[in-house]
Nanobody, 122 residues
Framework: QVQLVESGGGLAQAGGSLRLSCAASGLTFNTYAMGWFRQAPGKERESVAIITKLGLTTRYADSVKGRFTVSRDNAKNTVDLQMTSLKPEDTAVYYC???????????????WGQGTQVTVSS
């Protein structure tokens, strides 16, 4: 049974930083691309950042480029999202997801975590 468990969410002030982590189990982690997505109340789910199976290539949404960094540790089966220069508009539930293919399309992802809330105050 595949499980993805996010942690690290919480409350931050604008300009601050948070680091999200996602622990994966039940899958051969280094055969899956991983992605971070977010959904704010009343808004559609948004792709944030993705990383290839070996971590050699990443892709970011324009809204987070230069502020967020995605990384993975295949020895620990984890994928992290370092978020800096946070803005109130970053407030959302953040999800990690796994897919065999490197895709920015959330609907393509096979497995999802339960999400972690990030709230950024102004």
């Amino acid at each position: 049974q595949v499980q993805l468990v996010e942690s690290g969410g919480g409350l931050a002030q604008a300009g601050g930083s948070l680091r999200l982590s996602c622990a994966a189990s039940g899958l051969t982690f280094n055969t899956y691309a991983m992605g971070w997505f977010r959904q704010a109340p009343g808004k559609e789910r948004e792709s944030v950042a993705i990383i290839t199976k070996l971590g050699l290539t990443t892709r970011y949404a324009d809204s987070v480029k230069g502020r967020f960094t995605v990384s993975r540790d295949n020895a620990k089966n984890t994928v992290d999202l370092q978020m800096t220069s946070l803005k109130p508009e970053d407030t959302a539930v953040y999800y990690c997801a796994a897919d065999r293919f490197f895709t920015f399309e959330a609907n393509d992802y096979d497995y999802w975590g339960q999400g972690t809330q990030v709230t950024v105050s102004s």
